[in-house]
């Protein structure tokens, strides 16, 4: 199997600072790939890769101290939007995680983009200030009628 590194719901949840059922929720909506082995999931470190847009790395082990953090999940659903708008928004977050990326709470920014139904799905993760920073984006952008 090689260097092929599986991880559990609940990993991936503590990884991604998530509670289980929303990575279940990623999973079911197709934003997060796994294999089902029986009645549960394994995702392959490559597809959380693929999600966060950074490497993956194995959670602490129960003997490793770890200092608290908040993280923040945000999942925002605009209607009649077209690509180029959903574009722009992208090149905006993607501004914002690059100004500020690394550190706890580092913003990480997924889009989705529906061409039949002109609708976009935007999930924010990271930590409180970083999220809402993002979300002000948006309302800029999404208030100027783009």
Known sequence: MGDRQLYTVDQVAELLGLHPKTVRGY?????????????????????????????????????VRRSPRTQVSATVHLDAVSPDAVHRIDVLLGAAVAHHEGGEGALQVHTAYD???????????????????????LAMVTEEGS
């Open 27 to 63: 999973i079911r909506d197709g934003r997060l790939k796994a294999t089902r082995l029986g009645s549960r999931y394994r995702i392959a470190s490559e597809e959380v890769e693929a999600f966060t847009g950074r490497s993956a790395s194995p959670p602490a082990g129960d003997d």
């Open 115 to 137: 061409e039949v139904r002109a609708s976009a799905r935007i999930v924010l993760l990271g930590g409180p200030s970083r999220v809402a920073g993002a979300l002000q984006v």
